[in-house]
């Protein structure tokens, strides 16, 4: 088993920042890309930024610039900061996560997903 949990959400001012984390836990033997994704009312689920196990970074166009995603492999952590937000930003944030798992003594893949934390930018 394995679980992603999310933190940082909350509501912030139009060109205010916040600073998503994911940390991943359960029996995991390795995490290739790790990733944000978000889904805004009315629309469907798009890809914020991902990130892979060497650093490796991609953004959607909409957020160049503006955020940053960096992970921290020895705690199984990702972050997303979020600067200069927008109301357009605002969105359910999800974590995703490529992971390896120690499974019945061997190793099973899991595409994991947190449970999301709510980013509202307005004023």
């Known amino acids: 088993q ?14 205010g920042s916040l600073r998503l984390s994911c940390a991943a ?8 890309n790790m990733g944000w994704y978000r889904r805004a009312p009315g629309k469907q689920r798009e890809l914020v930024a991902t990130i892979s196990s060497g650093g490796s970074t991609n953004y959607a166009d909409s957020v160049k610039g503006r955020f940053t995603i960096s992970r921290d492999n020895a705690k199984n952590t990702v972050f997303l900061q979020m600067n200069s937000l927008k109301p357009e930003d605002t969105a359910v944030y999800y974590c995703n996560g490529d992971i390896i798992l120690y499974s019945g003594g061997g190793y099973r893949r899991n595409d994991a997903w947190g449970q999301g934390t709510q980013v509202t930018v307005s004023s």
């Open 25 to 32: 836990s359960g029996s995991i033997f390795s995490i290739a």
């Open 2 to 15: 394995v679980q992603l949990v999310e933190s940082g959400g909350g509501l912030v001012q139009p060109g």
